[in-house]
């Protein structure tokens, strides 16, 4: 008999006299002549209620169910009596997959610290808290395929494994199959024999590829793993973390802007539709007013002022900042929380960075001072997003590849695209843990993704 | 003026006084008064036909613009009168964005190699062929994301960065931030200052991270990219590739089967459905019959077969194979086409292998010499899919552990999962790019991903 997710049960339109039911125990509850379980098997936020009465198969079943034995109870779903929920099982039979021992099984029925639970990586998704953050997560991945299919946009996949260590900003890993004390020798290519014959890094961004790409297919993303190397433990930094990554031929820096403020919207009003319960879980326990504030978001247009506008704002704002505020310098956190939350009330896209600041690939403008460089600021987070126009001008960017001491030979076939068919184009990046931390009210990056990785963190 | 596709404008329901095109001049065509543009702007297979009449704003542009050049296209949408096209665009005006030398653009309108082809990647996306399997591509991963959202599955994303060598099969590479020739002491963590502290690899499967989340969240998945230091040069192994792995609690080896199955259905459909212009190129220039065979793959369930009655089927075939088929040895690509290709004719999956040949993870049978092991077999690849049922009886894990002469306390968090309410549960890996060679009949994986990694290659 086939198992009937506990999300389906619980949404039934009728009463059914024969169901299975699949999950783990989350409590029990004994009284004279039955026992009450509460069985949650992940499909949702909700348990469903089984009652076991004495003089059944499956009451003589009962020995040693506890929070955490996994059971498939099979019975009559019918209307339940207590309030809080409608349906209920009435069990007739049971299945006993795995117990779990009340002495050492670490989930018992209490409050569990984030920082215990990352040490249970592997069982934590077995909680309220981790098993809503991991559906929305599922809900806001899905929700960014369908934004992107639905406009029209191919999925690509852009290689993890680079030989470029141009890709812009941010320390990298190594990737070698040679044993750890390889001698150098002076002279010698050191990765001579090592697989890739050259030296082979994670990649930081997808994005260089990705424009080959769009200026074939048009409209393309990536939704990928990207990685840092960077030695600083904060709740916003993992070495490893997913990536999504637009690029767009026949576009420019507003286009650019609509499209982040497009997606994030389609974003937020998926998941507030179709994860209610779980946001609901979040705005009750992890972020208070979470939910109201994700609606306030998408209520109006985003707000957009150009970097030397938001200068201004931070120096007016008589705010007394760590850092200060003043043009050539970037935006810190502080500064941009204070643009999206207490200055504009919402996000914020600012463009028209400096361009010493920013990467060379950006588009350079006619002030010949800034790019056309864009941030998604958002409250709580601060930047969720960071993209440009491209600079489309042979003669101009490789000028700016020389500014930075390089040889344009590097980046030949970076520059094929502006030799063969050049078109403005523009894209960006949205940190897709920094999304979840946005949904859920998350404070802390290691607990929007399963199994974090951060220094010193290997585990699991 | 915003920009139609081609796509869209190719498709259009009726004429259009004022429509923007935007796109790669494919050919063109020059007659006395008037110049044929073919544009494509990847969002399709289809090229649209502009004609540039003699006395309009566009003819005065059309210097140098040649096959590879950048252009958009104002004008009239209108019927065509030629034949193959219904509708044309009558130019008014356009925007030369980017030239490209016919002395050196390399994709002029002639036949290129494949093996040239991968000499410049960045511009492949831009051929008919490429640009055909990159949308395919695209298309499939959108489908396998609809497929488990539509019943049920979430999505999950294991880390790539693992401290286990303990995933089974496949070399895998080292990820460091210490320099090569780091001295390594007798006696030392030679990893302690390492980022993680200690050895980390890139991942050869998502499998046992989720299980964890299987074991949580009932019906998950992964989709991501997986690694494999092979130093092996053949048309179906890259460094780098991307898998699907589902992973089900409360499912046993025939409910892995019949997932397996619909997922495959449900591509398969699905890509011949919505990509038919693009399946029409693979079938008439790369593989001739590719679609009638993928829609009899869909006509009539998989067949199936234990691994036993594979050996007496392959004894009994009277085939001179390369390998010896026999009880005990893995099958070979060779056996497993022919399995596929000439005995049942369509894909079939084998289960129930001899333990020896398999990963400690899979689920022991009642007969002690064979475990709950399944492969999917399909005309032309062999291979398509592996999975099992895992072992979920804690001592017979950790007996198979020990026969490996490895240590269960390494594996304590794996172990945790069958400690705590553990649960018959299965699973399977797909590999992507197999799937991609599957429906488009490309033979090289090294075409059927945008940038390929191979021993010795890790240009662009």
């Not at 009596?81 to 209920?88: A, D, V």
């Not at 409050?111 to 069982?123: C, G, K, N, Q, V």
């Not at 309220?128 to 999925?155: L, P, S």
């Not at 941010?170 to 150098?184: A, D, I, K």
């Amino acid at each position: 008999m086939l198992r009937t997710p506990v999300a389906e049960a619980l949404g039934a339109a009728s009463a059914a006299s024969e169901i299975r039911i699949g999950g783990w125990v989350r409590t029990r509850r004994d009284a004279k002549g039955f026992s009450f379980l509460e069985l949650n098997d992940g499909s949702c936020l909700g348990n469903i209620q089984c009652i076991v009465d004495e003089g059944t198969a499956a009451w003589d079943k009962l020995e040693g169910v506890n929070t955490g034995a996994c059971v498939a109870v099979t019975g009559e779903l019918v209307e339940s009596p207590g309030k809080g929920q409608k349906w209920e099982v009435r069990a007739k039979d049971m299945t006993v997959f795995g117990l779990a021992d009340p002495e050492t099984f670490p989930l018992q029925k209490k409050r569990h610290s984030d920082e215990f639970l990352r040490t249970i990586a592997h069982l934590r998704s077995r909680t309220n808290k981790y098993g809503a953050a991991f559906r929305i997560r599922a809900e806001a991945a899905h929700a960014v395929h369908d934004f992107f299919y639905q406009n029209g946009f191919y999925y690509v996949h852009t290689p993890i494994l680079t030989g470029s260590d141009c890709e812009g900003a941010g320390e990298m890993f190594r990737v070698t199959t040679l044993p750890l004390n390889t001698p150098v020798k002076p002279g010698e290519n050191p990765y001579a024999q090592d697989f890739f014959g050259k030296e082979c890094s994670l990649t930081v961004s997808g994005q260089l590829e990705a424009e080959a790409l769009a200026l074939g297919l048009g409209k393309v993303y990536t939704f990928g793993p990207t990685f840092r190397a960077e030695n600083s433990n904060t709740p916003r930094h993992a070495a490893e973390f997913w990536m999504i990554e637009p690029e767009v031929a026949f576009t420019d820096i507003n286009d650019n802007m609509d499209l982040a403020e497009s997606l994030t919207c389609f974003v937020i009003n998926r998941v507030l539709e179709r994860r209610a319960d779980d946001m609901d879980l979040f705005d009750r326990f992890v972020d208070k007013g979470l939910v109201d504030r994700l609606k306030g978001m998408v209520a109006q247009p985003f707000a957009r002022c150009s970097y030397r506008e938001a200068i201004d704002i931070l120096k007016a704002s008589g705010k007394n900042f760590e850092y200060p505020a003043k043009f050539g310098l970037d935006l810190q956190t502080e500064h941009e929380r204070f643009l999206a939350e207490e200055h504009f009330k919402r996000p914020v896209a600012v463009y028209d960075y400096p361009k010493e600041i920013k990467a060379f690939y950006m588009r350079q403008n006619d002030d010949r001072e800034t790019v056309a460089a864009m941030d998604v600021l958002v409250p709580r987070i601060g930047e969720l997003i960071g993209g440009s126009q491209r600079e489309e001008r042979l003669d101009v960017l490789e000028s700016r590849i020389r500014e930075m001491n390089q040889d344009p030979a590097n980046y030949w076939w970076y520059l094929d695209l502006r030799r063969f068919g050049s078109v403005p184009h523009s894209g960006f990046g949205m940190g897709f843990e920094r999304l979840v931390m946005m949904l859920t009210g998350i404070s802390n990056i290691r607990d929007a993704l399963p199994f974090p990785r951060t220094p010193g963190s290997l585990e699991f």
